[in-house]
């Protein structure tokens, strides 16, 4: 089952900080992030696995409850280089196979 | 640069024909997955190939088909094309099994007319 990402969609203004949230219905296992800029390949940013192992990227960090099972990525001091689509990507069941979101869309404005 | 490569890398094609898309993991991965993108919509999940045997299907249509070759490169196979098919097609790479980062080619850009 797909997890659910929000916002859809959110403008911020350059230096400004967001929060993208993905949360799933199934014990997860792993959570995946990735930006996809327009028509380009997804980009790996951070795994986060169960038990709080966790790997970062520039100024973006993020957060896995496990109770919840849900995700946050947080971006901060937005840059204009942040602009894309993001999606988060979750690992659940014995299957062990990555489900994606719908993405969230980021505009970084001057 | 990922390290996985596509080929082509545009694709333009009429309805009810066949083409074959190629997927070259990064060095070292033994597995290779399939994703299709339609136009700003998100990820869809393929198919799975892990050293030559597949592990997992997603929403692959019949008229769709993939193998991986003991080299490990991998091709995604679509016949009776339809309008409906053109869409980005990515392939992945991981080291091991779906737990693990997957890394993205550039995609296939697929055009139906």
């Known amino acids: 089952q797909q997890p659910v990402q929000s916002p859809q969609a959110v403008i911020l203004r350059e230096g400004e900080d967001a929060v993208i949230n993905c949360s799933s219905s199934?014990?997860?296992?792993?959570v995946h992030w990735y930006r996809q800029k327009h028509g380009e390949a997804p980009v790996f940013l951070m795994i986060?696995?169960?038990?709080?192992e966790q790997k970062g990227h520039e100024k973006i960090s993020a957060s896995f409850n496990e109770k919840k099972q849900q995700s946050s990525l947080y971006l901060t001091a937005s840059q204009l280089s942040y602009s894309g689509t993001y999606f988060c990507?979750?690992?659940?069941?014995?299957?062990?196979?990555?489900?994606f979101g719908s993405g969230t869309q980021l505009t970084v404005l001057p | 640069d990922s390290g996985v490569t596509q080929t082509p890398k545009h694709l333009i094609t009429a309805t009810g024909q066949r083409v074959t898309l190629r997927c070259s993991p990064r060095?070292?991965?033994?597995?290779v997955y399939w994703y299709q993108q339609s136009l700003d919509q998100g990820l869809q999940f393929l198919i799975h190939y892990y050293n030559g045997e597949e592990r997992a299907k997603g929403n692959i249509l019949e008229r769709f088909s993939a193998q991986q070759f003991p080299d490990l490169h991998s091709e995604l196979n679509l016949s009776s094309l339809e309008l409906g098919d053109s869409a980005l097609y990515f392939c992945a790479s991981s080291v091991l099994l779906g737990t693990d980062t997957q890394y993205f080619g550039p995609g296939t850009r697929l055009t139906v007319l």
């Open positions: 986060l696995l169960k038990g709080g």
């Open positions: 990507g979750t690992v659940s069941g014995s299957a062990r196979q990555l489900t």
């Open positions: 060095s070292g991965d033994l597995s």
């Open positions: 199934k014990a997860l296992y792993s």
